[in-house]
């Protein structure tokens, strides 16, 4: 997908979003220095996020891809990720108040089901200023795929209610994070915002194109290789890759930068999943990730299928294709977690 980032009234700027990041909710997160200018205070914000989520980080849940919080002051400030109720994985919103980590509200989109497996446009925020007497989930708002939903809260812990929605700390913007229930999946988009979108820049938004006002950060995920990840916002808070090796963040082996178009996610051993090219192209890695022992082939048309043979995680291969040709590919043997997928990451 292409993100142009609107430039003033009528000026675009072209953000090719061809990789993402992968995080295994062990070791793997990225961070951004912390700096006042991510100190929003009780005013608005928006955040828009573009991930793929795979498997549960911790019990039940779904983990957190973006947070700033402040870990001597009891992780106060946020935390965006995903809440798993119902039986579907739902948007979520952790405001923390102060040194006791049970003074908390949660809010999650009661009616909006994140698609488990598959690529999910999630923005979301606050709307209007909160003071330092009480803060609801009615200044809240999240979309999900183009669709609205309604934030409801399920808890302030048991430290009492949150009377101040001051995100105000000493904390690093952090994507995902080891230790701190982060993602398992691949993230290619995160913007974060000043101010709460409008309606048409929501809509903007779930086409591909992001403002530039007030923007404290917008982040494609679109290096490629290497441990940074470019701020195109004014700010230039680059983001650090953090728990991933040099063979991980390094051409041709690197797990770490996951094309987006190259992720095929398999729910149950048998399934299949088609990658098309999207330009004449020779394979030359595939990776599995979140399956121990899971076997799989592939097919050039879909009748004869040839094991796809792996060392660790990695299979170096050469499989030329042209634009438009299609690669067929098929699960056997099943490795992933409980209630987990699992992905084959197709690079070249």
């Not at 809240?140 to 929605?165: C, E, I, K, Q, S």
């Not at 709460?196 to 494609?220: C, H, N, V």
């Not at 290497?226 to 040099?246: E, F, H, P, R, W």
């Not at 999207?278 to 076997?295: A, D, K, M």
């Amino acid at each position: 997908m292409i993100y142009p980032v609107l430039r003033g009234r009528n000026r675009f700027l072209q953000i090719p979003s061809g990789y993402c990041i992968r995080m295994d909710a062990v070791t793997e997160y990225a961070s951004v220095n912390t700096n006042p200018f991510y100190n929003i205070g009780y005013g608005p914000f928006t955040v828009v996020s573009r991930i793929n989520i795979i498997g549960r980080s911790f019990g039940t849940d779904y983990g957190n891809y973006l947070r700033k919080q402040d870990p001597a002051a009891g992780n106060k400030g946020f935390m965006f990720g995903l809440f798993n109720t119902a039986g579907a994985p739902r948007p979520l919103i952790i405001m923390r108040q102060s040194s006791n980590p049970d003074v908390r509200l949660a809010m999650y989109g009661s009616n909006l089901n994140f698609v488990h497996g598959n690529w999910n446009t999630v923005i979301s925020g606050r709307r209007s200023t909160d003071n330092a007497t009480a803060i609801s989930a009615s200044s809240y708002f999240m979309r999900l795929n183009g669709f609205n939903g309604t934030v409801a809260a399920f808890g302030n812990g048991g430290g009492g209610p949150v009377t101040d929605g001051n995100v105000d700390n000493n904390g690093p913007l952090l994507f995902g994070g080891a230790g701190q229930q982060g993602v398992k999946g691949y993230i290619s988009l995160l913007a974060f915002y000043a101010r709460a979108f409008t309606a048409d820049e929501m809509i903007q938004a779930d086409a591909g194109r992001l403002s530039s006002i007030s923007a404290k950060g917008i982040w494609p995920f679109n290096e490629g290789v290497g441990t940074s990840i470019k701020d195109l916002s004014s700010v230039g808070g680059n983001a650090s890759l953090v728990g991933y090796t040099q063979e991980e963040t390094e051409h041709p082996t690197r797990s770490a930068w996951v094309r987006e178009v190259g992720v095929m996610v398999f729910r149950a051993a048998g399934n299949t999943a088609v990658f098309t090219a999207p330009e004449n192209l020779i394979l030359i890695t595939v990776r599995r990730f979140n399956t121990t022992g899971g076997t799989f082939e592939y097919s050039l048309d879909n009748a004869t299928w040839v094991n796809i043979q792996f060392t660790g995680d990695i299979s170096a291969v050469n499989i030329p294709l042209t634009q438009g040709q299609s690669l067929h590919l098929r699960s056997v043997v099943w490795g992933a977690p409980t209630s987990e997928f699992c992905a084959i990451e197709l690079d070249w």
